[in-house]
């Protein structure tokens, strides 16, 4: 619940507060929103498995973005497009969280059923 609250409360700001950058920044931006996107799913996969710790997200948040801003300027200094190696990292990345999150939800009330199942005595062998 308090990941809708959140997610709604950071889209109310979104359109009610418009940022603008200027055109020389929107490479930075948008590889800096890409790499936020990649901690936030980063972030609900180990929230749902148990894994998650703060610190631990916060500093990959941060790294991530400095790390990606890092290559978008350095590419810029020598012509190469190089933000197109953190585009493809945390692209991939992403999906792989989806795909995690997706089969974490899909399957985690089946497993716990069958877990369950096998543990618990049927009673058909009871030898009373």
Known sequence: ???LIGLT?????????????????????GVGLLA?????????????KGEFHLPIFLSGTIGNA???VFLTALGERMGIPMYLAAVVVFGTRM???FGEIRRELL???PK???IKQDVEPSGEFDTK
């Open 36 to 48: 936020a996107l990649d901690s936030a799913l980063g972030g609900m996969r180990s929230r749902l």
């Open 1 to 3: 619940m308090l990941e």
């Open 66 to 68: 400095a790390i990606a």
């Open 9 to 29: 409360a950071g889209l109310l700001l979104g359109f009610l507060i418009p940022l603008h950058f200027p055109a020389s920044m929107t490479l930075y931006v």
């Open 95 to 97: 999906f792989q969280n």
């Open 112 to 114: 716990k059923d069958k």
């Open 107 to 109: 399957t985690s009330k």
